[in-house]
């Protein structure tokens, strides 16, 4: 498991994690959500290969699993509705 963190000013917030083994599956979860976030998670920088999101409404953990082919992971975190400085720790784990 890697522990990350995150903030959120803007309504959105991307994060790139890379180092990872290319054709494995890897759980992304958001936890210790201080507002209502959401979470997309692509295969590429571009935001074209989807590989999983979690729209849970409120501040429960968002889990996805996804695999990945570059070995890269790109997130994208928003908050519904815009709250300034939401905060949130990020676990990805094989």
């Not at 494995?24 to 210790?32: C, H, K, L, P, W």
């Amino acid at each position: 498991m890697t522990p990350w963190s995150g903030t959120i000013y803007n309504g959105v917030s991307h994060y790139k994690i890379t180092g990872r083994a290319a054709a494995t599956d890897y759980t992304v979860t958001i936890r210790n959500l201080t507002a209502n976030l959401s979470l997309w998670v692509y295969d590429d920088g571009t935001f074209q290969n989807l590989l999983c999101t979690s729209t849970e409404p409120g501040t429960v953990d968002e889990t996805c699993v996804g695999q990945t082919t570059t070995g890269e992971l790109h997130m994208r975190v928003t908050i519904q509705p815009d709250v300034l400085g939401a905060t949130f720790a990020v676990d990805v784990t094989p």
